[in-house]
């Protein structure tokens, strides 16, 4: 017995590597010629043995379709908590300041301030025409709703979109996914944000709401344009697997120009190069994805969740 293994207990301590093939191939020989010469540590080879193929048969649990509504909630509690930590810190005020600062905000928040000063002056133009109507007619439309009241819930929600916050722009994705089925400037408006938002968290919950809405053809063309704008492989692959549920074709070609990028994850580069395959040999007719506001979800799945939020 060479000093590598100098008793029965150290070579049954290697008896897992010896399984998994770990160990270098000098103290291989010197373990068969150990296991030959005795039973103890046989038997005990064998134990093990019959343990590992056991748990090579054990099914893997499939994830819950509580997974990513419960890792949400958790992360806008965490972040909630670390804002109210750092809230009078010179680095969080630094911070706010840089995030105020940002191009793409400043160029949405002029957006949105181009829209709010539009719906105040249809708001200004319809209470004009109201008050030269006569009394008959005030008292008729009493009972109507103010067109106001929509515009400033719709300008709301967008500047709520905007929020340098993370944590308040899942909260208004979540929001807007109820508005957008009937509102064009809502639903630009999440496509800005899965297209803009710095933040991957907040781009896959927008992803999520827009899934649900996948039945409107403007809807579907818009997250086939969407590929060509993502750089973080959890929305990349996740925008594959959706594209794959909704058979869309029209997606190849921007798939295959995601092929092209030279720091492209190789995960996803797999995942795409099977998606554009199953695309390209599918003869069936889409079929609308399931609405969000079933019990089902979309089969696809951005993996664990890694990314850190930007506030």
Request: charged share 20%; hydrophobic share 40%.
């Amino acid at each position: 017995m060479e000093a590598r293994f100098r008793n029965c207990e150290e070579v049954q301590q290697e008896l897992m590597d010896w399984l998994a093939g770990e160990l270098p191939e000098t103290d291989k020989q010197t373990m068969a010629a150990h296991l030959a010469q005795c039973p103890g540590c046989q038997h005990e080879l064998d134990s093990l043995q019959q343990l590992w193929t056991s748990m090579g048969a054990l099914p893997v649990p499939a994830p819950s379709e509580e997974l990513r509504p419960n890792f949400y909630a958790m992360l806008a509690d965490f972040k909630a908590e670390e804002q109210r930590r750092q809230r009078w810190s010179v680095a969080g005020l630094l911070q706010r300041l840089r995030e105020w600062w940002q191009p793409a905000f400043a160029q949405r928040l002029a957006y949105s301030a181009v829209l709010l000063l539009v719906g105040l002056g249809i708001g200004y133009g319809l209470k004009g025409r109201e008050t030269g109507t006569g009394t008959d007619e005030s008292l008729a439309r009493l009972d109507t709703p103010a067109p106001t009241e929509a515009t400033a819930q719709q300008v709301g929600l967008i500047s709520r979109l905007n929020n340098p916050s993370a944590v308040q722009r899942l909260q208004a994705v979540s929001d807007a996914e109820e508005v957008a089925p009937t509102n064009e400037r809502v639903l630009a408006a999440l496509f800005s944000t899965l297209n803009q938002d710095p933040n991957v968290n907040v781009r896959l919950a927008t992803l999520d709401a827009l899934a649900g809405l996948a039945d409107d053809p403007t809807v579907r063309l818009g997250l086939v344009r969407s590929l060509a704008y993502q750089e973080s492989p959890l929305v990349q692959s996740a925008l594959a697997d959706l594209m794959v549920q909704l058979q869309e074709r029209r997606s190849v070609r921007p798939l295959r120009k995601l092929l092209q990028q030279d720091n492209l994850n190789e995960q996803v580069k797999n995942k795409i190069e099977q998606s554009i395959q199953t695309l390209s040999h599918e003869r069936a007719p889409a079929a609308p994805p399931t609405s969000s506001k079933s019990n089902e979800t979309l089969p696809y799945n951005s993996g664990t969740l890694a990314a850190s939020v930007a506030t």
